[in-house]
């Protein structure tokens, strides 16, 4: 993917999150909120959009899994694992 498309996909699922807290403001995206990038920040890295977008990704599947949407757990499952592979890959690259 080229980097303005995770970036629209990174703003989709900023979108998702958003509704999420909105729906229920106890929910905190912790993992993502760690992170500090937002789909704004143009500045950033290709792959800290696609980081962001795996850990975000993660924790809306473990939002849904929590309001017990089917798949959502293998999602979750498949999010961490990406996230962690983009994390070796920005590892070393750096």
Known sequence: MHKEELISLHQMLYEIKDFFEG??????????????????QLHKSKMEHKYAIFVLGNEIANVMKDVEFSASGRISARMRELAAKTLKEMEYIQ
């Open 23 to 40: 729906y229920n403001p106890e929910l905190k995206f912790s993992d993502y909120h760690s992170l500090k990038i937002n789909p704004a």
